[in-house]
């Protein structure tokens, strides 16, 4: 029994070593599924599964840059379809907690789009805004992470029949990437 402890103990060591020596910069890209949430003015809110993908470049253990693109499935109702989506640019900066586990928080730049379709016309709503986000991630080996994050976006939204609409386009997100 004492034999097996230390083998256990021996390939926990061998593993956290291993993973110690871990490259976190360079490229890595990745896909995400989430849950976005449309707002409008205040006065319409619905949400709805999507996917997204994501990419970036870290340049050492605690900054990078990521840009990340995600769009919502129908958040409609009844005759109307309904799509968001924001695509982003972000410094990140990120908090090395151990080996595996990191965190995350960015903040930067969005075009953000609103597609709505109706029985009567069909609109598309789009603008630039502010984003910011936060997550964790943890490095599953060498290359193989997975990440939760939170990411909002916010801004003013144009279209053919409305102007100045004041949205916000918000995701959680559990997506998987590739350290390069």
Request: hydrophobic share 45%; proline share 1%; charged share 20%.
């Given at each position: 029994?004492?034999?097996?402890?230390?083998?256990?103990?021996?390939?926990?060591?061998?593993?956290?070593?291993?993973?110690?020596?871990?490259?976190?910069?360079?490229?890595?890209?990745?896909?995400?599924?989430?849950?976005?949430?449309?707002?409008?003015?205040?006065?319409?809110?619905?949400?709805?599964?999507?996917?997204?993908?994501?990419?970036?470049?870290?340049?050492?253990?605690?900054f990078?840059?990521?840009?990340?693109?995600?769009?919502?499935?129908?958040?409609?109702?009844?005759?109307?379809?309904?799509?968001?989506?924001?695509?982003?640019?972000?410094?990140?900066?990120?908090?090395?907690?151990?080996?595996?586990?990191?965190?995350?928080?960015?903040?930067?730049?969005?075009?953000?789009?609103?597609?709505?379709?109706?029985?009567?016309?069909?609109?598309?709503?789009?603008?630039?805004?502010?984003?910011?986000?936060?997550?964790?991630?943890?490095?599953?080996?060498e290359?193989?992470?997975?990440?939760?994050?939170y990411d909002?976006?916010?801004?003013?939204?144009?279209?053919?029949?409305?102007?100045?609409l004041?949205a916000?386009?918000?995701?959680?997100?559990?997506?998987?990437?590739?350290?390069?």
């Amino acid at each position: 029994m004492k034999a097996i402890k230390i083998a256990a103990l021996a390939a926990v060591l061998a593993s956290t070593s291993a993973l110690a020596e871990t490259d976190k910069t360079g490229f890595y890209i990745g896909g995400a599924v989430n849950q976005v949430k449309l707002s409008v003015d205040n006065d319409f809110s619905e949400s709805g599964v999507g996917l997204g993908a994501y990419g970036g470049y870290n340049f050492n253990e605690w900054f990078g840059l990521e840009t990340n693109l995600f769009a919502s499935g129908d958040l409609g109702e009844d005759n109307v379809d309904i799509g968001a989506g924001a695509w982003t640019f972000t410094p990140k900066f990120t908090v090395q907690f151990n080996d595996m586990f990191s965190g995350f928080a960015k903040v930067g730049l969005a075009s953000m789009a609103v597609v709505v379709d109706t029985d009567f016309g069909d609109d598309d709503f789009t603008g630039t805004g502010f984003t910011w986000g936060l997550g964790l991630n943890a490095a599953i080996n060498e290359h193989l992470n997975i990440r939760l994050s939170y990411d909002r976006s916010s801004g003013d939204l144009d279209g053919d029949f409305a102007d100045d609409l004041d949205a916000d386009i918000s995701q959680i997100a559990l997506g998987m990437h590739y350290q390069f």
